[in-house]
């Protein structure tokens, strides 16, 4: 509190596996002035079974099943160590946070390894008890997206790392679709989480719009994340329903103007 919101450039998968999309992507990142860039850090191995269906949103983006399996297109997203060190330090020569998504323990003690200051959590992950305690015990600040949780499954989520003596961190109100409906974000869950759980709030948008993310800092929202993408007729799962470079920068604008507009609760 106190600070303007902490904006994060969600990058994801958008990379496509190359290292020349990844630093584009960061290119865009950092003219768009944003506090950080994430990205996602997995083996397939410790997500997926082989044989395991493509969700709706892929097979729409990606083709059916019968032309890869959900496992397959999992492999082609991966980020090696060396691609890590690499991005990571073409963030520090742009002036931008480099964080990820460590989808399994092996992906956060990699992280861990290469000084990564934040973990940023997927929804998936809110009810993987073990796994939170695992990541808490780091001691480092966590950024959980809640898309998909019951209220009992975030309070779970709370209370666990705090067992481990971790108060550093964001919930983010999320909506699991891709692309959601406006009519489906409930930012005014921010404000329930942030009196009943006693803790900063965010917000994580898969809209295709700027309203909600704007709203949200009106609504006392302490981080924005938001999806974007080079071209959105690009290859992939989550390029059409990023937000292409201009759609990004503009909305970064907003935010800043918004903080701007907002100013003091004191009458003058």
Same mark, same amino acid.
């Given at each position: 509190?106190?600070?303007?919101?902490?904006?994060?450039?969600?990058?994801?998968?958008?990379?496509?596996?190359?290292?020349?999309?990844?630093?584009?992507?960061?290119?865009?990142?950092?003219?768009?002035?944003?506090?950080?860039?994430?990205?996602?850090? #997995?083996?397939?191995?410790?997500?997926?079974?082989?044989?395991?269906?493509?969700?709706?949103?892929?097979?729409?983006?990606?083709?059916?099943?019968?032309?890869?399996?959900?496992?397959?297109?999992?492999?082609?997203?991966?980020?090696?160590?060396?691609?890590?060190?690499?991005?990571?330090?073409?963030?520090?020569?742009?002036?931008?946070? #480099?964080?990820?998504?460590?989808?399994?323990?092996?992906?956060?003690?990699?992280?861990?390894?290469?000084?990564?200051?934040?973990?940023?959590?997927?929804?998936?992950?809110?009810?993987?008890?073990?796994?939170?305690?695992?990541?808490?015990?780091?001691?480092?600040?966590?950024?959980?997206?809640?898309?998909?949780?019951?209220?009992?499954?975030?309070?779970?989520?709370?209370?666990?790392?705090?067992?481990?003596?971790?108060?550093?961190?964001?919930?983010?109100?999320?909506?699991?679709?891709?692309?959601?409906?406006?009519?489906?974000?409930?930012?005014?869950?921010?404000?329930?989480?942030?009196?009943?759980?006693?803790?900063?709030?965010?917000?994580?948008?898969?809209?295709?719009?700027?309203?909600?993310?704007?709203?949200? /800092?009106?609504?006392?929202?302490?981080?924005?994340?938001?999806? #974007?993408?080079?071209?959105?007729?690009?290859?992939?799962?989550?390029?059409?329903?990023?937000?292409?470079?201009?759609? #990004?920068?503009?909305?970064?604008?907003? /935010?800043?103007?918004?903080?701007?507009?907002?100013?003091?609760?004191?009458?003058?």
């Amino acid at each position: 509190d106190g600070h303007p919101a902490f904006f994060i450039a969600e990058a994801g998968v958008n990379h496509n596996g190359s290292v020349k999309l990844g630093k584009q992507l960061i290119d865009v990142a950092v003219d768009a002035g944003v506090d950080a860039i994430k990205f996602q850090t #997995f083996k397939a191995e410790e997500l997926n079974t082989e044989t395991a269906p493509k969700s709706s949103y892929h097979v729409e983006t990606t083709g059916s099943d019968e032309n890869q399996t959900w496992f397959q297109l999992l492999k082609t997203q991966e980020i090696s160590y060396e691609m890590h060190v690499e991005l990571i330090e073409y963030c520090q020569k742009g002036g931008i946070l #480099f964080l990820s998504t460590p989808y399994g323990e092996n992906s956060a003690d990699l992280l861990e390894k290469l000084n990564i200051p934040v973990f940023k959590i997927a929804s998936t992950d809110n009810n993987n008890i073990p796994f939170l305690r695992y990541l808490a015990k780091k001691g480092r600040p966590l950024i959980v997206s809640t898309a998909m949780a019951t209220m009992e499954e975030v309070e779970s989520v709370v209370t666990t790392l705090r067992q481990e003596q971790l108060e550093e961190f964001v919930i983010l109100q999320c909506t699991g679709n891709y692309p959601s409906k406006l009519e489906d974000s409930h930012l005014r869950v921010m404000q329930t989480y942030r009196s009943q759980l006693k803790c900063l709030v965010g917000y994580s948008d898969h809209t295709q719009d700027d309203t909600a993310c704007i709203a949200s /800092i009106a609504l006392g929202a302490k981080v924005i994340e938001k999806h #974007f993408t080079l071209d959105k007729s690009l290859p992939g799962p989550d390029h059409t329903s990023s937000s292409d470079p201009d759609e #990004f920068f503009n909305l970064v604008q907003k /935010i800043r103007k918004t903080e701007i507009v907002l100013g003091s609760n004191t009458k003058e």
